[in-house]
């Protein structure tokens, strides 16, 4: 009676396959740090533009004027400078939330990111001339409010609207931050464009 050999298995070693040599390890986006900061630098500004906006629509104090003491409100509407101010943050703020949808965009597609920047160059310096032109009616008309004019006789106001010419100030205060990250924002699109350019 033949016996046959007994069947040696593999050892456990074998059946694990190895990996294949020289083989490119998977590929990973690397983080663009100033996409992220575009979109930071945009939510700032969407946020600063809204906050301006409702703090002068809301902007409102009724006084009793001598000599008649007639009950006499004071309105963001009540002046031109004013009014042009709400329009132009409004304007910024819905603009930036168009340019904070292409930024995210640019962010994920990677590719097709010069071709947005170049475009965003343009809105953000127009809308920095926008916000800064309102920015400053508003402060003037605030500045004539709190100091007057004595050469043209025009009192003060600010010390009868002391709370109305506070949210005036309030507001100004964040414009001039929504402005400064306007210059920031277009700084940093020229930058990322240059950086993007074949040596």
């Known amino acids: 009676m033949s ?30 740090y100033f996409a992220v900061a575009d979109v930071v630098l945009r939510l700032l500004v969407f946020a600063s533009a809204l906050i301006s906006v409702v703090v002068m629509s809301t902007s409102k104090q009724t006084e009793m004027v001598p000599p008649y003491q007639v009950p006499r409100p004071a309105k963001f509407n009540h002046s031109p400078a004013l009014i042009y101010f709400v329009a132009a943050l409004s304007v910024a703020g819905f603009f930036t939330i168009i340019t904070t949808i292409g930024s995210l965009y640019s962010l994920l597609k990677p590719g097709c990111s010069a071709k947005i920047i170049s475009h965003f160059i343009i809105i953000d310096v127009l809308l920095l001339g926008i916000v800064a032109s309102a920015t400053g009616a508003a402060a003037s008309v605030t500045y004539l409010g709190l100091k007057g004019n004595n050469h043209v006789r025009w009192g003060k106001v600010c010390s009868m609207y002391g709370k109305f010419c506070r949210y ?18 277009v700084l940093l699109s020229v930058y990322s464009l240059s950086k993007k350019i074949p040596k």
Do not use: C, N, R, W
């Open 3 to 32: 016996t046959e050999p007994e069947k040696v298995a593999p050892p456990a070693e074998a059946l694990v396959a190895e990996p294949e040599k020289g083989a490119p390890p998977p590929a990973t986006q690397p983080t663009d």
């Open 168 to 185: 005036l100030g309030a507001s100004i205060g964040v414009s001039l931050f929504a402005t400064v990250m306007l210059v920031l924002l």
